[in-house]
């Protein structure tokens, strides 16, 4: 009987001070990279949210090689999301006694990273997935095909 291992660590950052749209930018330029080719982008990159995600993909990194006792070569990146959180209110006095309302939107990041390495002892021992997934390749490339063509004709988009 074989034991599946645990081939996945996260690392959850929550109430972090910027909106869920502006760290979502950062997070689609990291998803399903590997873990030294996400640190050199978010060191890279000019925008704000990059340092707290940075963080946290180091810390989900940390919690691999405590946890799994894995090497961060073999990390990659399997899903990385951004929620909105709690939206901070407050009112900034202005001018004649009146009050102005500040919103601080807050948002939860979470990074779940892979240990590739342990992921393939796993995967190798079922057929019935292999068979399932060539299916499926053959079905993608004929919806791919027929799109090609509808776009290829012309159609919907002339505009004459």
Same mark, same amino acid.
């Given at each position: 009987? =074989?034991?599946?291992r645990k081939t996945e660590v996260y690392a959850l950052g929550q109430h972090i001070s910027m909106s869920a749209h502006k760290a979502r930018r950062v997070i689609d330029q990291i998803r399903g990279r590997s873990y030294e080719e996400t %640190?050199?982008?978010?060191? %890279?990159?000019?925008?704000? !949210? ?9 810390? !989900? ?12 070569? /073999? =990390? ?5 999301? $951004?929620?909105?959180?709690?939206? $901070? ?18 948002? *939860? &990041?979470? &990074? $779940?990273?892979?240990? &590739? ?6 995967? &190798?021992?079922?057929? #019935? #997935?292999? @068979?399932? #997934?060539?299916? =499926?390749?053959?079905? /993608? @490339?004929?919806? !791919?095909?027929?799109? *090609?063509?509808?776009?290829? /004709?012309?159609?919907?988009?002339? @505009? @004459?």
């Open positions: 009987m =074989l034991k599946k %640190l050199m982008i978010l060191e %890279l990159m000019p925008y704000r !949210a990059c340092y707290p995600i940075f963080k946290l993909v180091y810390s !989900a990194a940390s919690n691999a090689s405590y946890n799994m006792d894995s090497n961060e070569s /073999n =990390l990659v990146i399997s899903k990385a999301e $951004v929620s909105e959180g709690t939206t $901070v209110k407050k009112l900034k006095p202005r001018a004649r006694g009146r009050s102005f309302p500040i919103k601080r939107p807050t948002c *939860h &990041i979470t &990074i $779940v990273m892979k240990d &590739i390495s342990l992921d393939e002892y796993i995967e &190798i021992d079922s057929l #019935s #997935s292999l @068979k399932w #997934s060539k299916n =499926l390749k053959s079905k /993608n @490339k004929y919806i !791919a095909m027929t799109s *090609h063509d509808m776009y290829s /004709n012309g159609g919907i988009w002339d @505009k @004459k």
